[in-house]
């Protein structure tokens, strides 16, 4: 709720802080005095348009501060968070600030919990936390949306079930219509993705490379174009190990042969040197193993000659040319295939899926008629109540011929709230053509109308403050009494602030504030030189009935008025509690 709100030099209002408490709060003061700046104010920190000409005259710029208290989990205190503001938190409450400065050369600065924050951020916030009601302000339920959200909140937990089923079918059908539609519009594109798949894998499947083979084929390529070179080093190795003429100390076997029989002689003199005997004689087998492969080596090498160099550089050409087109490397080019196989196979599905598609999205659509002709009924039947409610508020808010008009067409296409248009117009009396809500009614008949419907929807459709101006427009008597009443009964669920020149009204209050105004003269004793400006205070008790007796007879000082202003307070203290 607002806890306190500020002025600074907007209007004829200097400076001035209004505090403010739940229930019903009311602005009174003589015609003049600035009391509608207190609805400018507010307006200016719901991200209303700004106008220089609200700036006090010889000021250098005007403002407007609220304090909010809030919930710790309230959706406006999260998307300030997200704005970057400072935001107060104590015993599971939260204090939020408002602010809004306004220069005399037309420029405006807003900010939120001490940061600077475009207007529009405070808009999108101050719609969750406070609603204005007067000539000039947005009505909250305008638009279709609002009226909708209005009419099913009242319907309450008939409507939430069946609407909340209905909700859940509706997304499953878009989902599926969505990806008929996709699979629909794409099917030249998907035909033709297929078949270059097609061709890629055939071509893939002729050359059925395997893995690594790329690089084994690189490996065996190099060895045969040096195949020369290689043959005479495994000859001379071969040779060196086991050629008998390969020099007067004999070859490599027979050397270590010689030496480990010399140490076997002596072995058993010593187990250093025995040890040393069996090593060579491993070193021995070692060698002879190390002659028989290099004679196979050889042997191989003479076996491929330049047909099989020949062979694997046609081989290599052909992987060459998947790796350029598929993918850098053969075991890639592998992994390409085995996905391209995975996407041809969904491909060939899509008719199959299509036609699955095309019986769920039918089928369901279906049940959402079925569901969505269930949800009208509901909602009819509510129309009917609130309708009736409200017309009934209007009644006796000096409205005796009006009536809220709920209707509820079929629409053009099924839609994410059911199947229906709704909306909330007026008929000014019978016979008459019942129109939208905000056209042809006064600006004081429009606040009253806003006032009876928000009575009724208080218990199930709250936002935390509500500000009305000339919600008592030309109306007096028990008329005036009753619409106090009436704001009293709104106060009972949510903060009301209301500015008001009538003391029936005044009268319900639970915070009285006043605006009075100070004409200063200038030095030549004319008001051309001079300037005017206003106060606000907040009225105790004896101050209270002194304002509703100047309000009943513009004359506070006499005991007749003031005897009057306390039997409307003591009135008001019961008429709220009246059915």
């Known amino acids: 709720m607002l806890e306190e709100l500020r002025i600074r030099d907007l209007g004829v209002i200097t400076d001035a802080t209004l505090p403010l408490g739940p229930g019903l709060s009311v602005v009174t003061g003589e015609t003049g005095a ?24 010889g000021a250098k710029s005007a403002s407007a501060e609220a304090v909010l208290k809030l919930d710790a989990g309230h959706a406006a205190v999260h998307r300030a968070r997200e704005a970057g503001a400072d935001v107060e938190e104590f015993d599971g409450g939260a204090e939020l600030i408002l602010a809004r400065r306004l220069g005399a050369d037309g420029r405006s600065r807003a900010y939120l ?23 000039s302000d947005q009505i909250r339920l305008k638009g279709a949306v609002a009226q909708r959200g209005a009419l099913d909140k ?39 993705e297929a078949e270059s798949l097609q061709i890629a894998l055939a071509e893939i499947d002729d050359v059925d490379p395997q893995p690594g083979e790329d690089e084994s084929l690189k490996a065996e390529a190099v060895k045969l174009a040096n195949v020369e070179e290689l043959r005479i080093a495994a000859n001379t190795a071969h040779q060196a190990l086991i050629a008998e003429d390969y020099g007067d ?29 069996a090593r060579l004689a491993e070193v021995g087998f070692l060698l002879n193993d190390i002659a ?38 053969i075991d890639e080019v592998l992994v390409w295939a085995e996905n391209a196989r995975v996407r041809f196979d969904e491909l060939q599905d899509d008719s199959t899926r299509i036609e699955a598609l095309d019986a769920e999205v039918t089928r369901t659509e279906a049940e959402l008629k079925k569901e969505a002709a269930a949800i009208s009924k509901i909602r009819g039947k509510a129309a009917k109540d609130l309708s009736a409610r409200v017309s009934a508020e209007l009644k006796a808010l000096a409205m005796a011929d009006a009536t809220l008009v709920i209707t509820i067409e079929p629409a053009a296409q099924l839609m994410p709230y059911g199947a229906d248009e709704i909306s909330f117009l007026l008929q ?73 020149h009538l003391p029936q009204v005044a009268a319900f209050a639970d915070q009285h504030i006043t605006v009075t105004k100070t004409s200063v003269r200038g030095a030549d004793g004319g008001t051309a030189t001079g300037f005017t400006s206003s106060d606000v205070r907040l009225l105790d008790g004896p101050e209270r009935v002194k304002e509703l007796a100047r309000m009943l007879a513009g004359q506070e000082d006499s005991e007749t008025a003031q005897a009057h202003a306390q039997e409307l307070l003591d009135d008001a203290k019961l008429l709220p509690q009246r059915a």
């Open 249 to 277: 100390e004999g070859d490599a076997t027979t050397l270590v042969d010689a030496a480990k029989r010399t140490l076997e002689h002596v072995a058993e003199h010593d187990a250093e040197l025995g040890a040393a005997a």
């Open 34 to 57: 600035g009391k509608t700046m207190v609805v400018t104010a507010v307006g200016l920190l719901l991200g209303a348009r700004s106008d220089a000409g609200a700036v006090r005259s």
């Open 113 to 135: 919990g001490g940061r600077a924050a475009p207007v529009g951020v405070l808009a999108e916030i101050g719609e969750s936390l406070v609603v204005v009601h007067g000539q």
């Open 292 to 329: 028989t492969e290099l004679a196979s080596y050889q042997a191989g090498l003479d076996s491929e000659g330049p047909e099989r160099l020949a062979e694997i550089e046609d081989r290599r050409a052909a992987l060459a040319k998947l790796v350029r087109k598929y993918a850098p490397s």
């Open 154 to 192: 009242f319907a309450g937990d008939t409507l939430a079930g069946p609407l909340g089923t209905y909700q859940s079918l509706y997304s499953h059908w878009k989902a599926s219509q969505a990806e008929l539609d996709t699979l629909r519009g794409a099917a030249r594109d998907r035909l033709r």
């Open 428 to 500: 000014p009396h019978s016979g008459a053509p019942a129109r939208p809500l905000g056209k042809g009614a006064s600006g004081g008949e429009l606040s009253r109308v806003m006032l009876a419907i928000e009575v009724v929807l208080a218990a199930v459709d709250p936002v935390p403050t509500f500000v009305f101006d000339e919600v008592d427009a030309g109306v007096g008597g028990r008329a005036a009494v009753e619409i106090g009443r009436r704001l009293a009964m709104l106060a009972q669920h949510v903060q009301v602030l209301v500015v008001t």
